[in-house]
């Protein structure tokens, strides 16, 4: 039998169901992201910082079932957000947003796309935010998939407050727990995470 890259079989998440029946999600993400995405070692993090650990989420947010229980998990924690759109900074976010909007039409809560770019394009629309023809009046939730600092969401953030939507919340696959939530208490948007760095680094 062929085996995924944690050792499971395909289908796994179906063989963690609860007693309830449904998959659990979280404990496949968890397992997907230790095994494909969490490092130890040090480098330097996009925030200038130094670390003796690291998310890399492509492997992951690109693998298969990785793709679909975070997309499962993101939407079910947008399930009692007032947002109609979701959006983040290319090219990390792009990935999440896909996957959501495409879960969205499955679940029967259509949730348009956008991303924004941090430079806008020297040619054709010279768009920041592209993806969705207008965020005027909207609310949206920005999507991370590694948030430090908070910094990099924050032009998304701002990017879509200028195009007229409301930021409800930014949601980020990992809070590495260095700050991002005071970052972004202070601009007055709500944050929050589906992991924490912690939890990773707990098991060693």
């Known amino acids: 039998m062929v085996m995924d890259t944690t050792g499971n079989a395909p289908g796994a998440a179906q063989q963690q169901a609860g007693a309830s029946g449904v998959p659990d999600y979280r404990a496949r993400a968890f397992a997907l992201i230790r095994a494909r995405s969490f490092g130890r070692k040090r480098i330097t993090l996009a925030s200038g910082r130094e670390s003796d650990f690291y998310f890399d989420m492509k ?13 499962e998990l993101l939407i079910g924690r947008l399930a009692g957000e007032a947002v109609d759109a979701v959006g983040g900074v290319a090219v990390g ?20 796309g956008f991303f924004v770019r941090k430079e806008a394009k020297d040619h054709g629309t010279r768009r920041t935010v592209d993806g969705i023809e207008s ?9 991370e998939d590694v948030t430090t600092t908070g910094q990099s969401s924050m032009i998304a953030v701002e990017a879509a407050r200028q195009a007229g939507a409301e930021v409800v919340l930014v949601l980020s696959v990992v809070d590495r727990q260095e700050g991002a939530d005071e970052t972004y208490r202070q601009a007055g948007v709500r944050f929050d995470s589906i992991f924490k760095a912690g939890e990773f680094l707990a098991l060693g």
Do not use: F
């Open 59 to 71: 492997p992951t947010m690109l693998h298969p079932e990785g793709a679909h229980a975070l997309g």
């Open 93 to 112: 976010a792009v990935p999440l947003v896909a996957v959501v909007t495409a879960l969205s039409h499955v679940h029967g809560r259509p949730l348009p």
């Open 135 to 143: 965020l005027q009046g909207r609310k949206v939730a920005i999507l």
